[in-house]
């Protein structure tokens, strides 16, 4: 299943996207005698509620479509989407986290996850432009795989943490490189409001499968910039996820981005800023493309 949020009488609203349709979800549950979200309901109250039966909800979804029922929308092209997640409690990154990428920075490969907070505020969606070239003129990418929690965890094991996971996101760190090292730390070039696209949708892990076998890859202006497999890192997900929920609790909608590999813009010679009418692609098999414009 994928997940989107879509824009409907000022609010977002929970949405799945089935042959190239949006279908709300609170519409599809109730039509199924589930347990319905409410008019208001975002993706994270659908996955507080239903973050334990996602198949479940991607049958009713079916069901709705099938019988051509209101949960339609429209097609998603002619939707405004925002990020998959509109409302996190946390928004999670992982620095330094594939060999070559800490390797062009010149740093010792670290002994445990590199951890590092965004705010909701930053997030952006599939269509929207990324608008930071007022605030640096050294603007990079950084393409990754985000994973969203849809179950609460505290305390879990490697080899139980995939168990928490709803399903996976494209996701662009775009980071204003001068503003991240002006102090010790990164916040600050992390953090910057509507700077981080992600989406295209939230695709539940049946349908990804093998999250540590995915093929990624970075284009600016149809350029090849980034190119790896999330086999490269040096912690996965599972071991992300562990490592997280020993000190803080992991709640359904949290995202955790997971880290980028070689070729960020900073480490180029010459470097590579994004400049205003720049198209960044970041691909991610069998999660999708975020295409985004510089602004």
Known sequence: ???????????????????????????????????????????????????????????AVRRAADKQSSARVALAGDLRLGPPVTDPGKVLCIGL?????????????????????????????????IRCSHVTDKLDYEGELAVVIGREGRAVRPDEALDLVAGVMVLNDITARDLQYHGTQWLAGKAVDASTPCGPALVTLDEVGDVQSLDLATRVNGVQVQGSNTRHMIFPVAELIAYISKFLTLSPGDIISTGTPEGIGSKRNPPLWLLPGDVVEVVVERVGTLRSVVR
């Not at 996207?17 to 008019?39: F, Q, R």
């Open 1 to 59: 299943m994928k997940l989107v949020s879509y824009w409907l009488d000022d609010n977002w609203r929970a949405g799945a996207v089935l042959d190239e349709a949006v279908y709300d979800i609170d519409v599809a549950l109730l039509a199924s005698s589930m347990e319905g979200l409410g008019p208001q309901a975002t993706t994270r109250e659908l996955l507080h509620r239903h973050g334990h039966d996602l198949i479940q909800v991607a049958e």
């Open 97 to 129: 986290n594939y060999n070559d990428h800490v390797a062009e920075t010149g740093r010792a490969l670290p002994e445990h996850p590199d951890v590092f907070a965004k705010f909701a505020s930053t997030l952006i969606g599939p269509a929207d432009d």
